[in-house]
Every structure is written in structure tokens, then in C-alpha cells.
């Protein structure tokens, strides 16, 4: 796969829903939570969301992969959601990063996701 590292130094407000994932087993799992996010309505209600304000270009589905974790921890926090700073629906939480950093793209199938570390 290939990437390119893109900091952002910009103050950074997300909106979806977080699920833990054991560091070991994520290149098994983060697929499948997109799956499920397929089935479960969550991606339909990102996308929805994500058309009432676009601003930059990281506009559309965004996977964090942990706001304050490192890739050597047993676990992390990987965050499906999009940039998105009005009223946070009630099935979902919003986080905001400063100092990201932009990791790339990957695609699911059809779905392109935009990875993003602290």
C-alpha cells in the first residue's frame, strides 16, 4: 500500500462512534468494524452527515487510529466518524485531535477511508 505521512496542524473535531481493538488482531478487525458499520446503518448516517457541511479535504469517512495510544500498547481506541463540528447525534461521541497526522488512504472493498493518528 501506498501512502504518504501529511501532518495537520489544525484543531480537528470528529464525529462517530470509538470500538476497542486488541493492537494484535487490528488488521483483522478494523475491516470487519467497517463491515459492520455497513450492516448497522452507522456509515450511511456518517455519509449523510458529512454532505451538510463540507470543508476541507478530509471530507468523508475517517478512521483514527487512537487519540492517545501508540502502536505498541496492547490496545487501542480506533474511532470511525467524519470531520464534523455542529450538535453530536445522540448515538454517537465526537473527540477532537490537534497535531494529527494524515496516514493515508485505504480501501475496504469499494470503501475509501482516510487514517488518521495523533
Known sequence: MDYKLENID???VIVGKGYEVKTNEAFQMIPSLWEYAKKDGLMEKLIDLSWEQPK???E???GVCGTTSAITDEKFTYF????YDKEVPNDMQR???SQSRLCGEHFFGSLRVLSITS
Open 80 to 83: 470511525m466518524g467524519i470531520h
Open 10 to 12: 489544525v484543531e480537528l
Open 60 to 62: 468523508g469517512l475517517l
Open 95 to 97: 473527540i477532537t485531535m
Open 56 to 58: 476541507c479535504k478530509l
